[in-house]
């Protein structure tokens, strides 16, 4: 015989779906016989209905990883998705290729390796982008011969 109803009536009593009632298979007859709630409620006290607990997912490797980042670890290229604006932005790229130029100007200019109308212009072409980094710059001031002759 279908135990359906029993296993409907079970899961609402224990507030569970169907699926995660559990009838003793040894004593389906018991349960065949219960037809009323009363009748389920006394299995469910007796064991032989019953819900097992409700299976969740592991954290246990998430927090492996999580362990292994603090310690600075899983962080080369493979770990990393995303196109090359994703990674760092435009500004930050921008920031971090600006600031080192300006303060190689700047030096430049206080020790007196270059002319303040020389520094000027340099400081507007790095601020346009002419320049990719300070050995590109100090390349410039080579090639160009705008250093102060000593």
């Known amino acids: 015989m279908s135990l359906r109803s029993q296993r409907r009536l079970a899961a609402e009593i224990l507030k569970v779906g169907e699926g995660r009632v559990w009838i003793d298979?040894?004593?389906?007859?018991?349960?065949?016989a219960a037809i009323t709630r009363e009748?389920?409620?006394?299995?469910?006290?007796?064991?032989?209905i019953q819900s097992p607990p409700k299976k969740g997912v592991s954290r246990a490797r998430a927090k492996v990883l999580k362990k292994k980042k603090k310690k600075g670890l899983r962080r080369g290229?493979?770990?990393?998705?995303?196109?090359?604006?994703?990674?760092v932005s435009k500004k930050q790229a921008w920031m971090k290729k600006i600031r080192p130029l300006r303060?190689?100007?700047?030096?430049?200019?206080?020790?007196?390796a270059i002319t303040k109308s020389v520094y000027r212009q340099l400081y507007d072409?790095?601020?346009?982008?002419?320049?990719?980094?300070?050995?590109?710059?100090?390349?410039?001031?080579?090639?160009?011969g705008l250093g102060r002759r000593r």
Do not use: C, N, Q, W
């Open 125 to 144: 072409m790095a601020g346009s982008g002419v320049f990719e980094s300070t050995a590109d710059l100090e390349r410039y001031i080579r090639t160009r």
């Open 103 to 112: 303060k190689k100007l700047r030096e430049l200019k206080t020790s007196r």
């Open 77 to 87: 290229p493979g770990g990393k998705s995303g196109s090359a604006r994703a990674k």
């Open 39 to 48: 009748e389920i409620r006394k299995l469910i006290h007796e064991g032989i």
């Open 25 to 32: 298979p040894d004593r389906t007859e018991d349960v065949e």
